[in-house]
């Protein structure tokens, strides 16, 4: 063998060695990792589902990000006890740039914390004119009931059962095409500006069935003066599904239902432009799209 080949097995010997480190070292991180993080990178709109897992002589005693305490809950079905998960929803307010989630725990080395980095990405929302087809439609976007009734929802997604209910994927309420995409802002007629859209709209004809995006308890049953005969159904773990503008309720308030449950029919009550069905998720109590969890799942 000449010398060039001698030190081309020994550079290769080296790499080896070089690499075996690596991966040691990469090892012993990983170990040291409790927190793990959906997404590097995200838009408004999306969730950020943090998993959690911790050796069994090890308690979380704090769990931030975007300046909330963020909730987290046992994991179910694991076998292991000290694996938990957390949502972080990123609203259409979010600024675009760098944010933390910083984990703070407690086992043999006392208090130590943990902290990841992810980005908010820019997301330009399209701008969608809205014809309402009669005056009574038209008064409906100045009324104080709108007020009223976003307090009235906002105080169901701030309660919510701690344990799971969904099961799997989210599926979509009925199969019709997006008329309205969430995060959109609405001009109307006359050329004020309306609500940015926090849900999706579904084309579909009146009358149209409207199943249960997932398993859950049905936390409001009712008809809303602008959001029109309303279901609210509470997934568990924060997350909740709603669906508006129903010509027909067939779900009661407590109930429990299984996932793809009929729970009303399509129509325009409240403030519609015509027969659709909007559906909406709150995690955490912010609004995000909810076609990341029908059409791809949160992970
Ligand atoms: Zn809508």
């Excluded at 997604?157 to 309420?173: A, I």
């Excluded at 239902?257 to 009303?264: H, N, R, S």
Aim: charged share 20%; aromatic share 8%.
């Amino acid at each position: 063998m000449n010398s060039a080949g001698l030190n081309m097995q020994k550079s290769g010997l080296i790499g080896a060695v070089l690499m075996g480190l690596c991966l040691i070292t990469g090892m012993a991180e990983a170990e040291k990792s409790f927190l793990q993080l959906s997404h590097a990178r995200l838009y408004p709109g999306m969730v950020q589902v943090l998993t959690l897992r911790l050796p069994t002589d090890t308690e979380i005693t704090g769990l931030w990000s975007l300046e909330r305490s963020v909730p987290y809950y046992a994991e179910q079905g694991s076998e292991d006890k000290n694996r938990y998960v957390a949502y972080v929803p990123i609203g259409l307010g979010q600024k675009p740039g760098q944010y933390a989630v910083l984990l703070k725990y407690r086992g043999n080395q006392g208090e130590q914390n943990e902290k990841s980095f992810f980005e908010v990405l820019p997301k330009k929302f399209p701008s969608q004119r809205v014809s309402l087809p009669t005056s009574e439609k038209k008064e409906l976007t100045r009324s104080p009931s709108l007020e009223t009734e976003a307090d009235v929802l906002g105080a169901i997604f701030s309660q919510h059962e701690v344990l799971r209910c969904f099961d799997g994927n989210f599926v979509r309420p009925l199969p019709g095409a997006i008329s309205s995409e969430y995060g959109a802002s609405r001009v109307y007629d006359d050329g004020r500006i309306g609500w940015q859209h926090r849900g999706v709209d579904l084309v579909a004809e009146e009358g149209a069935p409207v199943q249960a995006t997932n398993a859950g308890i049905v936390r409001l049953a009712k008809a809303l003066k602008v959001h029109g005969n309303t279901v609210v159904l509470d997934h568990g773990q924060g997350i909740f599904s709603i669906y508006n503008h129903l010509s027909k309720i067939n779900v009661t308030q407590g109930e429990r239902i299984e996932k793809k449950f009929i729970l009303g029919q399509v129509g325009m009550t409240g403030l519609a432009t015509g027969p659709h069905l909007h559906f909406g998720l709150s995690v955490n109590n912010v609004r995000v799209d909810p076609l990341q969890w029908t059409e791809t799942g949160p992970l």
